[in-house]
């Protein structure tokens, strides 16, 4: 081949060395699920797998919250997500992160993608009298969520149906969806007649202690669960999920475990949700209790019992927003 030719092809094939270079491009194909350095992606159904330099498998029940993205470093973009949604993110923030199909407006993932947020997370937090009361664990879940500069608001009603206005505390956010002595029936009925009150991008749920022992029971709204306890809790949260993605597809469910030898059948109830009703648009995250919970009557929570109570679900929900660019890490 004469001399001339060769120096030509050698020029040309340093431009295009040069050009990959400054695009980043690569040769290799793009692995969805997997971070940098190898940690990947559970499902929510399973124990998920360990999130390495990059991963995406998320420390709450190994659920992959980042949609098979990395949080920080070289993920690979989630699909299907959209710019405020816990669902389906990318990259949020680290260099090397590929696009994948799907990813909204056409963000590049080294640059956050479609992981990026612009408002602040909506939290909807439903209960009976230990998430009503004034001593709820919701104000010390709030104060945990601070702590990571997490961008939230909470939605729901602004007063409890039967017990009266909650306690509202002067900096913090009070709404919520729950009622002293309701199952989750209860709960349900409430949320059909009065709506959710907003779109959440996050449930928040402790029931099912009313399930088992019974509380205030009323025809209208809060019927007498005892029965079939878990039967009713599984077919009422079926119901409630189907609501709640009307409302946003992309919602997440963050159930609270009892984890009381007198109430095993509500835990092995939100064990079967996880499995039964978890994808990967809209998980369903189970929350092992806190444990040492003081209380004021074996039931209720103590001030101190709330924020030793709400330290489990406010790590996890940190964990989940963080993953979705609403925290600061």
């Known amino acids: 081949m004469p001399a001339r030719s060769v120096l030509f092809r050698l020029f040309l094939t340093l431009q295009l060395v040069q050009a990959a270079a400054l695009c980043g491009c690569s040769s290799s194909p793009a692995q969805a699920g997997l971070g940098e350095n190898g940690g990947s992606a559970g499902l929510p159904s399973t124990p998920g797998g360990a999130a390495g330099a990059g991963g995406s498998a998320a420390s709450a029940g190994g659920v992959a919250v980042a949609g098979g993205g990395g949080v920080a470093g070289g993920g690979v973009a989630g699909a299907g997500g959209n710019n405020n949604s816990l669902a389906g993110g990318g990259a949020q923030s680290g260099g090397g992160g590929t696009e994948a199909s799907g990813a909204p407006s056409g963000?590049?993932?080294?640059?956050?993608?479609?992981?990026?947020?612009a408002g602040p997370a909506a939290l909807l937090c439903i209960g009976d009298s230990i998430t009503e009361q004034a001593d709820s664990w919701i104000y010390p879940m709030q104060d945990a969520l601070r702590t990571h500069s997490c961008k939230y608001h909470l939605i729901g009603?602004?007063?409890?149906?039967?017990?009266?206005?909650?306690?509202?505390?002067?900096?913090?956010?009070?709404?919520?969806?729950?009622?002293?002595?309701?199952?989750?029936?209860?709960?349900?009925?409430?949320?059909?007649?009065?709506?959710?009150?907003?779109?959440?991008?996050?449930?928040?749920?402790?029931?099912?202690?009313?399930?088992?022992?019974?509380?205030?029971?009323?025809?209208?709204?809060?019927?007498?669960?005892?029965?079939?306890?878990?039967?009713?809790?599984?077919?009422?949260?079926?119901?409630?999920?189907?609501?709640?993605?009307?409302?946003?597809?992309?919602?997440?469910?963050?159930?609270?475990?009892?984890?009381?030898?007198?109430?095993?059948?509500?835990?092995?109830?939100?064990?079967?949700?996880?499995?039964?009703?978890?994808?990967?648009?809209?998980?369903?995250?189970?929350?092992?209790?806190?444990?040492?919970?003081?209380?004021?009557?074996?039931?209720?929570?103590?001030?101190?019992?709330?924020?030793?109570?709400?330290?489990?679900?406010?790590?996890?929900?940190?964990?989940?927003?963080?993953?979705?660019?609403?925290?600061?890490?």
């Not at 963000?107 to 947020?117: F, N, R, T």
């Not at 209208?220 to 609501?243: C, H, M, Q, R, V």
């Not at 004021?296 to 103590?302: C, L, N, W």
């Open 157 to 329: 009603f602004d007063q409890g149906a039967y017990n009266g206005p909650y306690a509202v505390r002067d900096g913090y956010d009070s709404k919520r969806i729950a009622a002293g002595g309701f199952s989750t029936t209860g709960i349900l009925n409430l949320i059909k007649e009065k709506g959710l009150g907003g779109v959440p991008d996050v449930v928040v749920e402790y029931l099912g202690v009313n399930n088992v022992y019974g509380g205030f029971i009323d025809g209208k709204y809060n019927p007498d669960n005892t029965a079939n306890p878990d039967g009713s809790y599984i077919k009422d949260n079926e119901e409630l999920f189907k609501l709640a993605r009307a409302a946003n597809p992309n919602v997440t469910f963050v159930l609270m475990k009892i984890e009381n030898e007198a109430l095993p059948k509500i835990d092995a109830a939100i064990d079967q949700l996880v499995k039964t009703q978890s994808t990967l648009q809209s998980p369903v995250i189970a929350v092992a209790s806190a444990k040492g919970v003081e209380t004021k009557d074996g039931i209720h929570p103590t001030a101190a019992g709330a924020s030793t109570l709400s330290g489990p679900v406010a790590a996890a929900l940190s964990t989940l927003l963080t993953a979705r660019g609403y925290c600061s890490p």
């Open 107 to 117: 963000g590049s993932a080294s640059q956050g993608g479609s992981g990026a947020v």
